[in-house]
């Protein structure tokens, strides 16, 4: 009896302990808000969990580009500013060339990416997008090293868990998807290419430079855990698109790293306006055939002016609605959608979870500060996360996106940790949850969890994420 007292006591003693940490960390944060460089370093250090946003190719600094067109004896092409295969002939130069010629170096950087732009003379959108072009020829050779640069500048800033977007099959599967009869149903394309044997070869090969790039991450950042979204690619024909969605089905069903897949390509775009009614309708034809593959979607990338007004009001609302996704990435239009209170409600009450990349709708789409809708999600218990999307292209980092949020939308630190705690909770990574509800007041296992967390690799890193903010708050 005076045993479990003492316990009592001093499980007492601690949780007072951590709560006065808090308020102290709270307070701190709240002292930096005027001082944005030693804010910087204090969010820096602040253990964020995971990004469930990060575009692979986008995430990679153009520098680290530029330094494999070297050594792969690449070519660039000076009108187009892009990495180009060789031979090198006029007027074609080689990236050789590159350390004595500072101004094409600059250039370079300045194309692949957002820096250096000017917002006043320049459309971000289309300079965002353009980038993707001018190091592509060269990215889809790098996967494994692509992702073990990311991991390991990732962990140097705190994150512990990744859902990187890729597509490893490399395009394979859009030609299988160019084969295709056009117009064919949906249960005619996918028995037409199950059938053809063509996919589990494609499945195979995606899963064997899965196996590479894995191997590769963990060598250069042993302690990062990363599961993979599988790309598909909305802004190719119908067929292309179906067969994108296929194999990348397939290879989730068969693949526990691909923990889901997501849509992607600008969604103002001419197929992705016109086309979405039929991609929503694939997801409602495929969907049940795999039950257990998760769904995250980029809907609601839109904004006032960059597409009709009609263009606004459905996005989101279908995506949640028909395509049942459990994630939303950027959801910026929300606040046009029709039927927008009954929209938010059901995102609450089913827990969709929207993926917030601060920097990129503001430089992509203009949005930023109190035209965000960040609160609007929050006020209606919609849960959110912060996410980096492409920071390679934006020139930032998930430090950078925690400061934007700090002095941009005014959050506090019990808001940041919630978001940190957030991007676990509605990860895909297998496993049941540390947590008995979103409010995270209570483990599921009480005080004796060794043999839950064994057995969950999500409770693992939320326990991970918990031990390391303790150490943080405490030292704070």
């Known amino acids: 009896m005076f045993r479990g007292i003492r316990l009592l006591f001093l499980l007492l003693a601690l949780a007072a302990s951590a709560l006065a940490d808090e308020q102290s960390t709270a307070r701190r944060l709240d ?54 295969p060789p031979p090198c002939d006029a007027p074609l130069v080689s990236a050789a060339t590159l350390p004595s010629d500072s ?22 959108h289309d300079r965002f997008f353009a980038t993707f072009g001018r190091f592509g020829g060269i990215a889809s050779h790098h996967v494994p090293e692509m992702l073990a640069n990311v991991a ?36 005619d394309m996918r028995d037409a290419l199950l059938k053809s044997g063509n996919v589990a070869q494609v499945v195979a090969n995606a899963r064997k430079l899965i196996d590479d ?83 995250s979607a980029h809907a609601g990338e839109l904004a006032a002016g960059l597409v009709p007004p009609e263009g606004l009001r459905n996005h989101i609302r279908d995506t949640v609605m028909i395509a049942k996704a459990e994630r939303i990435g950027h959801g910026v239009d929300v606040a046009r959608e029709s039927g927008m209170p009954q929209l938010l409600k059901t995102m609450s009450d089913r827990g969709v979870a929207v993926e917030i990349c601060l920097t990129s709708n503001d430089v992509i789409l203009g949005v930023s500060g109190r035209e965000h809708p960040l609160h609007l999600y929050m006020r209606n218990n919609v849960p959110v996360m912060l996410a980096t999307d492409d920071p390679g292209v934006s020139r930032g980092d998930m430090t950078t996106e925690f400061q934007r949020a700090v002095l941009e939308q005014g959050l506090t630190y019990a808001d940041l940790k919630r978001l940190a705690r957030n991007s676990l909770e509605y990860s895909f990574i ?32 939320q326990w991970k994420l918990e031990q390391r903010l303790r150490d943080f708050e405490a030292a704070h």
């Open 31 to 84: 002292e930096l808000r005027t001082d944005p460089l030693l804010l910087r370093r204090f969010l820096e250090e602040l253990p964020k969990g995971g990004d469930l946003h990060e575009h692979l190719s986008g995430a990679v600094y153009a520098e680290t580009y530029l330094d494999w067109a070297m050594h792969d004896g690449l070519c660039i092409d000076r009108a187009k500013l892009a990495i180009v």
């Open 103 to 124: 101004h094409l170096y600059g250039q370079l950087i300045d194309a692949m990416s957002m820096r250096n732009y000017k917002p006043a003379v320049e459309n971000g």
């Open 152 to 187: 390991t500048r990732f962990a140097a800033e705190n994150i512990d868990y990744i859902e990187s977007l890729f597509g490893p099959d490399l395009g394979a599967a859009r030609q299988l998807g160019s084969t295709l009869p056009h117009g064919a149903s949906f249960a």
């Open 430 to 461: 297998e496993g049941k949850s540390l947590w008995t509800n979103a409010k995270y007041e209570a483990y599921v296992c009480g005080t004796a969890c060794d043999d839950f967390i064994a057995k969950s690799a999500k409770a693992r890193e």
């Open 213 to 295: 790039a894995d191997a590769a991450a963990h060598r250069a950042s042993p302690n990062t855990t990363i599961r993979y979204l599988y790309e598909v690619h909305r802004g190719y024909p119908r067929e292309m698109f179906f067969a994108e969605l296929v194999v990348a089905f397939e290879a989730a069903s068969v693949d526990p790293r691909i923990v889901g897949l997501n849509p992607v390509m600008p969604e103002d775009s001419w197929p992705s306006m016109t086309n979405f009614d039929d991609q929503m309708a694939m997801f409602t034809y495929l969907r049940p055939l795999y039950p257990k593959v998760h769904l």
